[in-house]
């Protein structure tokens, strides 16, 4: 079973009497273990797409299938729910919580699952080893540079093992040896068989994963492993 399945996914934008269809039915099947980029210029629907990949807004028509689940089928409260049980989230601005320590800020999805104090502490404590943050687990993200602040982001991400990373354009924030960083723990991630998800206007991070799927004015324009991705 795909991680992601969208069939036929429509999304129109109305106000008063001006519709916009900013997704105009896409097709698309992730699976397990891969590890794909979404590109796509200013205005092609990269935010609409994330958007909805991400249980944050539903389709006008059209199906998509989360793990195995039917979105659509869902209210407000399930939505809330899978989203925290199957996705995890990397943003260009981090979103952390500045006033809290690296380890609090990573444990915030088990707090919301209602996993016990001390399973929380541990689990993040070993999502910020895995990114190599293990002795900053006390510092505040303002104690920290953009690049590790990501790394926090990333642990955050993973700490609920989610069956999807999803990542916004988590390298527009970050000077190039950050983004060197960041890049290639999302390589690691890739190789320890997560399912990684990357929206990016940016080709040469694009590049960085195994497949590109380009959108243009909300229709998939091409579909290709990344090695044979070449600039146009
Ligand atoms: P991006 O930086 O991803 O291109 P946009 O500038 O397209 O972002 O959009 C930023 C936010 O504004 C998004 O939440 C999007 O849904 C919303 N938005 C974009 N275009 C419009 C529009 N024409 N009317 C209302 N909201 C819009
Ligand atoms: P991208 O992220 O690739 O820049 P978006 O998904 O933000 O693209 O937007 C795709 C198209 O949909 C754009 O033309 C945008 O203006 C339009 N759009 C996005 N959000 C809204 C909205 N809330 N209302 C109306 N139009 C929107």
């Known amino acids: 079973e795909p991680v992601i399945a969208l069939r036929e996914a429509r999304k129109t934008y109305s106000s008063g009497s001006v519709t916009f269809e900013a997704l105009k039915g896409i097709d698309l099947t992730i699976g397990v273990g891969e590890y794909v980029a979404i590109m796509g210029p200013s205005g092609s629907g990269k935010s609409t797409l994330m958007n909805v990949l991400g249980c944050l807004d539903t389709l006008t028509t059209g199906e998509y299938r989360l793990a195995g ?7 407000e409260i399930e939505l809330a729910g899978i989203r925290n049980r199957e996705i995890g989230f990397v943003f260009q601005q981090f979103h952390l919580l500045p006033s809290l320590a690296a380890w609090r800020n990573v444990e915030l999805p088990l707090l919301y699952r209602g996993t016990p104090r001390d399973e929380r502490r ?3 404590a070993k999502a910020l080893e ?9 510092n505040r993200p303002g104690e920290l540079s953009g690049g590790q602040q990501q790394r ?10 989610p069956a999807l990373i999803l990542a916004d354009e988590p390298t527009g924030n970050l000077d190039s040896v950050s983004t060197e960083d960041v890049l ?7 190789e320890q068989g997560r399912t990684v998800v990357l929206i990016t206007h ?6 960085r994963a195994r497949r590109i799927v380009f959108v243009r004015d909300g229709e998939i324009a091409a579909d290709t492993p990344s090695a044979e991705a070449v600039a146009s």
């Open 152 to 161: 926090v982001a990333v642990a955050r991400a993973l700490v609920g093992e």
């Open 202 to 207: 940016e080709l040469e991070v694009a590049q």
């Open 69 to 75: 689940a039917d979105v659509g089928e869902l209210d």
């Open 184 to 190: 290639s723990l999302f390589d690691e991630l890739h």
């Open 130 to 138: 895995r990114v190599g943050l293990r002795d900053r687990l006390a």
């Open 122 to 124: 541990e689990l993040a």
